[in-house]
T-cell receptor, first 116, second 111 residues
Framework: GAVVSQHPSWVICKSGTSVKIECRSL??????MFWYRQFPKQSLMLMAT?????????EQGVEKDKFLINHASLTLSTLTVTSAHPEDSSFYIC????????????FGPGTRLLVL | EDQVTQSPEALRLQEGESSSLNCSYT??????LFWYRQDPGKGPEFLFT???AGEEKEKERLKATLTKKESFLHITAPKPEDSATYLC????????????FGQGTILTVHP
């Protein structure tokens, strides 16, 4: 149980284009989903928290107009990187919580983004 | 501000050589402490959640314990497939589910 998927697993795009990453909870309903960014050999950095049907809460320093988050249902959240630039290249990971078991977060496999 | 410090940064063990990883934390009202395993290029895999001092949980060769200031992840007779980065994270009572992660311990188990 508690499986989270992400799509795509990797993406290469040109500078200036937008990229959408999907995060799905496959066998449970996620009351809350989180989006993280991870740089090489570093720990996870929380970007934003999203609840189904409401606006995402962004961490300090994260541009909400650049990283658009939509949590349209209890099983799907999307992160859109708008007008991507090379500095946006990173490993993006989502997690989902069902609100049970101490709000344990279950993570997706991650999406590797490379902006040329 | 919630803080999590993991030590050592890296640990090399021979197969079968038991050891422990440390996670020290300061948090306002601990709601839960979490251990994850992360393999290169993958998302973290959930291992344990601990809620209160004195609590212990086991899974195969891993055992997690919790005190009021730190948590230990004990690895008994490790195998090469246990090699990974182990992440510790805390959740504060007023954090709305947010996790604060440590920097991780990179474990390498040699055959």
């Amino acid at each position: 149980g508690a499986v989270v998927s992400q799509h795509p697993s990797w993406v290469i795009c040109k500078s200036g284009t937008s990229v959408k990453i999907e995060c799905r909870s496959l066998d449970f309903q996620a009351t809350t989903m989180f989006w993280y960014r991870q740089f090489p050999k570093q720990s996870l950095m929380l970007m934003a928290t999203s609840n189904e049907g409401s606006k995402a809460t962004y961490e300090q320093g994260v541009e909400k107009d650049k990283f658009l988050i939509n949590h349209a249902s209890l099983t799907l959240s999307t992160l859109t990187v708008t007008s991507a630039h090379p500095e946006d290249s990173s490993f993006y990971i989502c997690s989902a919580s069902d609100g049970l078991e101490g709000e344990t977060q279950y993570f997706g496999p991650g999406t590797r983004l490379l902006v040329l | 501000e919630d803080q999590v410090t993991q030590s050592p940064e890296a640990l090399r063990l021979q197969e079968g050589e038991s050891s422990s990883l440390n996670c020290s934390y300061t948090v306002s009202g601990l709601r839960g402490l979490f251990w994850y395993r992360q393999d290169p290029g993958k998302g973290p895999e959930f291992l344990f959640t601990l809620y209160s001092a004195g609590e212990e949980k086991e899974k195969e060769r891993l055992k997690a314990t919790l005190t009021k200031k730190e948590s230990f992840l004990h690895i008994t007779a490790p195998k090469p497939e246990d090699s990974a980065t182990y992440l510790c994270a805390v959740q504060a009572g007023a954090s709305y589910g947010k996790l604060t992660f440590g920097q991780g311990t990179i474990l390498t188990v040699h055959p």
